[in-house]
């Protein structure tokens, strides 16, 4: 009984937090950490919480099926060691909660946590993170972790004390002095900084020059992500899973009851209930994870390798090798609730018994929008694609109990269902390389180039022209002798046009239909025409010195690996020969991957703007801090024009493909920097 409360409670739980998920990102609780030393070879590690009104973090060693408990770990560190357990300090509250049907422990407006860490070598290297939950009466929050960083070396001589005891206090008033001050310049393992003016945040002046020229990307993106889904749902209906579920279970609801009101208040109940259903397992991925920790899905090499891997397996599925299907038992066990339960419950087991059954088909769709979705870094969308995916699919059960007659004028199932099948199946795999390309561009294997990507493609897609005009045949295509359709031959010769246009690609042409998903043009090893632009820098702090012994206006360009609209603008924007002309006679170009994962020399500790501290190990970290300290943005693309001391010439400018715009917003920087000069 136990257990299964549990699962109740957590089923509205979900439900509960399902709107304010989507509204808006929390971060009710803020840490800063220090360092104190205790004596030659011990020092303590000191988390410092703030707790927001009506949240609180929960205390250390609770049960394991209890709420998420506050932990020490160490990792990458040298001759260091824990010492005990981590102690928690403050006013701890110990309260019995429903939500978890035992006695918890946790802290309510501040909190301390503090770890001893021994010193067991001549010098040491401690490095690590503080992992808590926290939740009020309606939410709770993923796991969330603080990480640190402290190094130094133990005194050679007692006579040497003295100079030690100040070197420590130095250490702890520049670690405390970082978590402060949001403004503070980089540190870099505490005991040293590296102040520079060029990372000064220009914030407020670059507002002064109003909105992002290519405003209205992030919206237009949020409204492509809902409609991707949308599609998504709709491409699943015309499955053999779904299809042909669709008018039997109107025709049940309209004789079911001989109150046709109650049989149409039933399938709109239906349809809402498919729509719960898919959108608890967006809120699902969404509670498990972070905007942090989506954005950095998208140059994970382990979840890009998973994702290809994964889309293989989706899309050789629907090519007829295997069926992906769930136990038949969990089906039957559901539809067997269903059949003894009443009212709305039955009703809504008779929708999950639908998502049960029709998963070998709408899975892989599933699969392919999360992991497309997730990977945009977006924090809402995976619960936006969800909504539009269920929506569709919902749809035609709601319009067909209200308007029974359509039902005669609906397609009859047949094998255009399995030439459907058949045309993801190649999408998916396409698809397949593109994480595979992330990945290999993230870690700089060089595996994969841009003609060979390309090439690849051109491959798979004349393989599917080859299918649709019936010269392939795959395992589930029962078509025999009968000819090929007219509509299947249409869309055959369109794909066939597609290879045509991708097979200039392979000579270095810039093939801008598909230049979001391809890699970029720096890979090509075939060229004939290049009227690609090139970066003059890739660091920082190197392009400004360049620009201000030049005299020269900056354009940095925070970009990324994985991004999408990065390639369009490329592709599209950059090769016309104005824009391209500019880029490479009046400005310094500095491109700043933002999700490069070469590492550091030396991991550095900077300060966020809520003054958490935060550990950057990789040229990507470092860039995207940059972005977001200095001009308050982190979204990408995102091109921002500066003079040689990096003070912004004109408003930022986003993703927004019209040439003109962009030409002006060039230009605008040119004449500015005419100006201060």
Request: glycine share 8%; net charge neutral.
């Amino acid at each position: 009984m136990r257990k299964m409360r549990r699962i109740i409670t957590t089923i509205m739980l979900l439900l509960g937090i399902m709107i304010p998920t989507i509204a808006q990102i929390k971060s009710p609780v803020k840490f800063a950490v220090k360092q104190k030393q205790v004596s030659e070879r011990e020092f303590d590690v000191i988390f410092s919480g703030t707790i927001s009104n009506g949240w609180h973090v929960y205390s250390t060693g609770l049960p394991d099926d209890g709420p998420i408990s506050a932990s020490f770990h160490l990792e990458d560190s040298r001759n260091v060691k824990a010492v005990g357990r981590l102690k928690p300090e403050g006013n701890e509250i110990k309260k019995y909660e429903d939500m978890f049907g035992m006695d918890v422990r946790y802290f309510e407006h501040s909190v301390q946590f503090v770890q001893r860490i021994q010193i067991t070598g001549d010098d040491y290297e401690a490095n690590g993170y503080l992992e808590y939950g926290a939740c009020n009466d309606e939410n709770c929050l993923p796991p969330t972790s603080v990480d640190f960083s402290f190094s130094g070396k133990v005194a050679a001589a007692k006579t040497d004390a003295a100079k030690d005891a100040a070197q420590a206090d130095e250490k702890n008033a520049i670690a405390d002095s970082s978590v402060a001050s949001a403004s503070s310049a980089v540190v870099m393992n505490v005991d040293t900084t590296a102040v520079s003016d060029l990372w000064t945040p220009v914030i407020d002046k670059l507002n002064s020059f109003g909105g992002d020229e290519g405003q209205g990307g992030a919206d237009r993106s949020l409204l492509t992500i809902f409609l991707l889904g949308f599609l998504g749902g709709l491409v699943a209906l015309a499955t053999p899973c779904v299809w042909p579920i669709i008018p039997m279970t109107v025709s049940f609801f309209l004789k079911r009851s001989a109150d046709r009101s109650k049989a149409i208040r039933d399938a709109f109940t239906y349809g809402a209930s498919i729509v719960v259903i898919y959108m608890l397992l967006a809120v699902v991925v969404t509670l498990l994870s972070s905007a942090n920790q989506l954005n950095a899905l998208s140059t994970s090499a382990v979840a890009n390798i998973f994702f290809f891997l994964l889309l293989v397996v989706f899309g050789l599925s629907f090519l007829g090798l295997f069926e992906i299907t769930l136990p038949a038992s969990w089906s039957t066990a559901v539809d067997s609730k269903a059949d003894k339960a009443t009212g709305l419950l039955s009703i809504f087991l008779m929708a999950f018994t639908l998502a049960l059954v029709s998963f070998s088909c709408t899975g892989p769709i599933i699969g392919f929008l999360l992991v497309e979705i997730s990977t945009t870094g977006e924090l809402l969308a995976p619960s936006l694609g969800m909504l539009g995916f269920a929506i569709a699919l919902a749809l035609p059960f709601t319009l067909f109990a209200l308007f029974p007659a359509w039902l005669k004028q609906a397609p009859k199932s047949g094998s255009w269902m399995v030439v459907v099948k058949v045309f993801l199946g190649f999408i998916e795999l396409a698809f397949a390389l593109k994480f595979f390309s992330v990945a290999d561009m993230a870690y700089g294997w060089n595996l994969l180039f841009r003609d060979l990507f390309i090439g690849i493609w051109i491959v798979l897609f004349a393989w599917l022209a080859l299918f649709l005009f019936g010269f392939v045949k795959i395992p589930d295509d029962h078509r025999g002798k009968k000819s090929v359709g007219k509509v299947r031959i249409l869309i055959g010769a369109i794909v066939a046009l597609f290879v045509c246009y991708l097979v200039p690609g392979l000579w270095g042409a810039p093939v801008k239909l598909v230049s979001a998903f391809t890699p970029p043009m720096s890979t090509q090893k075939w060229k004939l025409v290049d009227n690609s632009v090139k970066p003059m820098f890739s660091d920082y702090d190197e392009g400004m010195a360049y620009a201000r012994e030049h005299n020269k206006p900056v354009m940095l360009d925070f970009t990324g690996l994985g991004c999408v609209n990065c390639r369009k603008m490329e592709a599209a924007v950059w090769t016309d020969p104005k824009v391209r002309e500019m880029l490479e006679n009046d400005y310094v170009l500095i491109e700043l991957y933002t999700d490069n994962k070469k590492p550091l020399p030396q991991k550095l500790t900077v300060t966020e703007a809520d003054g958490s501290m935060l550990t950057l190990r990789t040229l990507g970290d470092k860039w995207s801090y940059l972005q977001r300290h200095k001009f308050g943005s982190n979204t990408q693309p995102f091109y921002v024009l500066v003079d040689g001391n990096g003070n912004p010439l004109n408003a930022a400018y986003s993703y927004d493909e019209d040439i003109d715009k962009y030409v002006k917003f060039l230009k605008t920087g040119i004449e500015n920097s005419k100006v201060e000069n």
